[in-house]
């Protein structure tokens, strides 16, 4: 394991303590096969810079072997700091915690699984130098993916930046630089449901975007299939968007406008003697299930908002973490190490 964890051959330790000027926070979960080579660039990227940074990595309750090789990269390298969850709390949730944790006076939100290249890291960097506070990955291509897969996300993009009163980018995922400032006022929003990328729009602050080319897996299997990735739409529309709850009421304007016209055509035939066409049950039994449909449409719309607001009301810690390497307990946000 040593072998795999060197960079240029020499083992690295830094034991002294000191304050890091930059902190990449990292997801992970079930990447055993990823993690030394994603720390490998990482360092590589960060260390030509010359000043202190931290690698904070958070075990999203992995089922394989990725926190032994946590644990070891933190035996390994100091600056590798691990957090574990008790179990699986999701994807937004290993980013705030991350984030939480973190003490950089910029923090890089980046994925595990090497599909953002650290190497754009630098150019982030470099933006954050010339004042900008929120530096966000624009994902200009997209290697690896399926029709399906670029498809709905372009049209989901297009379509959260059209209903929704905060101005997120489009083509952007949570790969970001986030200046200090940013991430203190985003540790203040606490809510369960989480959709990072709009929250830290949302908070302000000078932003500006650095396109690159996202890379195809290096191995393993995609953690967003299908089903979550239509809750992830959810979350991210019900955040930020009433739209789905005032289309009830345009739609009833819309079947009630139709409803008068159609009551008005129906007294017009019937004053007219041309009646017979509207005889039958064919007709009736046709508009009792589509206003039937359309009832249960928006009932359900409106349970999921209900829903969110029930998750929010029962203020439950947003995790729980069972172990910490190298990180000082943190009990502001969410529940420290289980002892």
């Given at each position: 394991m040593r072998d795999m964890l060197a960079v240029d051959g020499n083992e690295q330790h830094h034991a002294t303590v000191v304050t890091p000027t930059f902190s990449v926070v990292a997801p992970v979960f079930n990447e055993e096969q990823i993690l030394p080579e994603f720390y490998r660039r990482?360092?590589?990227?960060?260390?030509?810079?010359?000043?202190?940074?931290?690698?904070?990595?958070?075990?999203?309750?992995?089922?394989?072997?990725?926190?032994?090789?946590?644990?070891?990269?933190?035996?390994?390298?100091?600056?590798?700091?691990?957090?574990?969850?008790?179990?699986?709390?999701?994807?937004?949730?290993?980013?705030?915690?991350?984030?939480?944790?973190?003490?950089?006076?910029?923090?890089?939100?980046?994925?595990?699984?090497?599909?953002?290249?650290?190497?754009?890291?630098?150019?982030?960097?470099?933006?954050?130098?010339?004042?900008?506070?929120l530096v966000y990955a624009v994902r200009a291509e997209r290697v690896g993916e399926t029709w399906f897969k670029k498809t709905t996300a372009t049209f989901f993009y297009r379509l959260i930046a059209q209903i929704t009163s905060v101005d997120i980018p489009v083509d952007t995922g949570d790969f970001r630089l986030m200046d200090r400032r940013v991430v203190n006022a985003l540790s203040q929003t606490r809510e369960y449901h989480r959709f990072v990328r709009g929250l830290s729009a949302w908070v302000g602050f000078k932003q500006t975007g650095v396109p690159y080319r996202r890379d195809a897996r290096v191995s393993g299997n995609t953690k967003y299939p299908l089903r979550k990735m239509i809750r992830f739409a959810l979350d991210g529309i019900t955040s930020f968007s009433y739209l789905p709850l005032q289309l009830a009421t345009y739609v009833g304007f819309l079947i009630a406008g139709i409803s008068t016209i159609g009551m008005i055509l129906a007294i017009i035939l019937r004053l007219s003697g041309l009646d017979d066409m509207l005889k039958g049950q064919a007709t009736t039994l046709v508009s009792v299930l589509f206003l039937g449909g359309v009832q249960l449409i928006f009932l359900g719309i409106i349970g999921e908002y209900l829903g969110r607001i029930y998750d929010e009301v029962k203020r439950r810690p947003l995790y729980i973490v069972a172990e910490t390497c190298g990180v000082e307990e943190q009990t502001t946000h969410g529940t420290g190490p289980l002892r």
């Open positions: 990482v360092v590589a990227v960060l260390e030509p810079l010359g000043e202190p940074f931290e690698l904070v990595l958070v075990n999203d309750g992995s089922r394989d072997q990725s926190p032994d090789v946590m644990r070891q990269l933190h035996e390994h390298d100091p600056r590798v700091k691990v957090i574990s969850f008790s179990r699986n709390f999701g994807h937004q949730i290993a980013i705030t915690a991350g984030t939480d944790y973190a003490q950089g006076q910029a923090v890089v939100v980046i994925d595990s699984d090497l599909q953002d290249p650290p190497e754009v890291i630098p150019q982030l960097i470099e933006r954050w130098r010339e004042g900008y506070q």
